[in-house]
Structures are given as structure tokens and as C-alpha cells.
């Protein structure tokens, strides 16, 4: 059987949903199987992020958002969550003007949940308001 090379955008999906899959089970693992997954999971979102998107590519936006989440539920890591998110975020702020309408309306639903994200987890950090612009 031939391969056929993948591209970065299905590449990154692909490493992406492994992630996700490790970061469910972790969700009810113990002991040195929640290590065993937290690893996994840890190892194929910095896998898919080292892959080379657009900032406002939904994937991009998609895996940001659920590697910061991994990072703040799972990891217990709020610092590196807000990092994540907070990058993810601003890059595609700095962008989202030169998007056409349906790639707006696809990134712009991911970047308000990277916002809620940053807002409550800063709120629950104590750190009270953050200075997210709005749309």
C-alpha cells in the first residue's frame, strides 16, 4: 500500500484528535495510567503545534483551545493555559481583519471561546478583568 503525504492542516487534525483522545480518558485515569495519558496527550498536542498554520486557522484555533484546556484541567498548569491561549488569541486578532467572511465566521467562533477561557480562568486566578478587546 502506497502513502500518500499529508498535509499540514490534516497532519495537524489528525495529532490534534490523539491528543483529545488522551486527554478524555485522563479524565477518569488513576494512578500511572493518568500519568501514562497526561504524557500522550501532552506529547501529540506538541506535536500538532509544531506544525506550521495560519493564525486564524480553525485547526490552529481548535487545538490551542484544547491544549490550553489540557493544560489548565489536566496539568493543573493555569500559567501555561493562559500562555496558550492567550498567544493563540492575539496572533489571530492581529489577523482576523484579513480574513474573507466564512473564515471569519469559522475563527471567530473558536477565538470567543479562547476569550471566555482566558476570562474565567483569570477571574478564578484572581486576577479580575483581563484586557481582551472584543470583535
Keep these: 500500500m502506497l502513502s500518500k503525504p499529508c498535509d499540514g492542516e490534516a497532519k495537524a ?45 480553525p485547526i490552529k484555533l481548535g487545538l490551542a483551545l484544547n491544549f490550553s484546556v489540557f493544560h489548565y484541567e489536566v496539568m493543573k498548569n493555569h500559567s501555561m493555559a493562559c500562555t496558550l491561549a492567550d ?18 465566521r469559522d475563527a471567530k467562533s473558536i477565538i470567543e471561546l479562547l476569550k471566555e477561557n482566558l476570562t474565567l480562568w483569570r477571574e478564578e486566578e484572581g486576577a479580575g478583568e483581563n484586557d481582551v478587546d472584543d470583535l
Design 13 to 57: 487534525f489528525f495529532v490534534k484528535m490523539v491528543g483529545d483522545y488522551y486527554r478524555y480518558i485522563s479524565e477518569n485515569a488513576k494512578g500511572a495510567k493518568l500519568e501514562q495519558v497526561k504524557e500522550a496527550a501532552l506529547a501529540s498536542y506538541n506535536d500538532a503545534n509544531a506544525i506550521e498554520l495560519a493564525a486564524c486557522n
Design 87 to 104: 498567544k493563540a488569541l492575539q496572533e489571530a486578532l492581529d489577523k482576523i481583519d484579513e480574513l474573507e467572511e466564512d473564515d471569519f
